[in-house]
């Protein structure tokens, strides 16, 4: 199984991006999504995920009505579209997956797959 992400770049405030994350070898399908970021001194947090059961999408509170988690069934690919972009979302980008249920969305224990991270850089 593997994980791609791609997308990232410099961007000025204000400015939009959008990730990708490329899987393959999921050929059972997978019970969720997430992107996850890391910026510079801080710790992991997750920013999004996708129930692929139910389709239903979670946000963390300092991305929501910014970013929009989606899938392309037919591409084998997650996207995570990022408006209104600040320097406080400059980080390294993650996306992971979770074969089994998740209680806790945006705890990076809960997957077990993750792919090599994207960096974004809000500067102007």
């Known amino acids: 199984v593997q994980l791609q992400a791609s997308g990232g770049g410099l961007v000025q405030p204000g400015g939009s991006l959008r990730l990708s994350c490329a899987t393959s070898g999921f050929t059972l399908g997978y019970y969720a999504v997430a992107w996850f970021r890391r910026a510079p001194g801080k710790e992991r947090e997750g920013v999004s995920c996708l129930n692929t059961i139910e389709n239903s999408t979670y946000y963390a509170d300092s991305v929501k009505g910014r970013f929009t988690i989606s899938r392309n069934n037919a591409k084998n690919t997650v996207y995570l579209q990022m408006n209104s972009l600040k320097p406080e979302d400059t980080a390294v980008y993650y996306c992971?997956?979770?074969?089994?249920?998740?209680?806790?969305?945006?705890?990076?224990?809960?997957?077990?797959?993750w792919g090599r991270g994207t960096q974004v850089t809000v500067s102007s």
């Open positions: 992971a997956i979770s074969l089994s249920t998740v209680v806790e969305w945006f705890q990076s224990y809960e997957y077990g797959y």
